[in-house]
């Protein structure tokens, strides 16, 4: 069984950053590729970003690029997801997830372990 706990989240003034971070726990985590997806009130979960498990392929939305960067530290069993110039569009509640696999998705479907979430607010 693998849990994931997400904490980091909170209210910020746009333009700002928040650095948000998944621990995770269970047999062979550090070999899933892990991801960030969020949902907005009304919006479906939309995939953010997402790493293979050794770190070395990264995936993000096309809406953050360039503002978003995912981490990870297998020895830790964490992953991270470091925010800057945040947007008020960016509210949401962020939920990170793992795959059972190397390999990267950005598809919800994909994934089979899912943390609680924590909520990023951006306020205008």
């Known amino acids: 069984q693998v849990q994931l706990v997400e904490s980091g989240g909170g209210v910020v003034q746009a333009g700002g950053s928040l650095r948000l971070s998944c621990a995770a726990s269970g047999r062979a985590v550090s070999s899933y590729a892990m991801g960030w997806f969020r949902q907005a009130p009304r919006k479906e979960r939309e995939f953010v970003a997402a790493?293979?498990?050794?770190?070395?392929?990264?995936y993000y939305a096309d809406s953050v690029k360039g503002r978003i960067n995912i981490s990870r530290e297998n020895a830790k069993n964490m992953v991270w997801l470091q925010m800057n110039s945040l947007r008020p569009e960016d509210t949401a509640v962020y939920y990170c997830?793992?795959?059972?696999?190397?390999?990267?998705?950005?598809?919800?479907?994909?994934?089979?372990?899912w943390g609680q979430g924590t909520q990023v607010t951006v306020s205008s």
């Open positions: 790493i293979a498990w050794s770190g070395g392929s990264t």
């Open positions: 997830a793992a795959r059972r696999t190397f390999g990267i998705s950005n598809r919800v479907y994909d994934y089979d372990y």
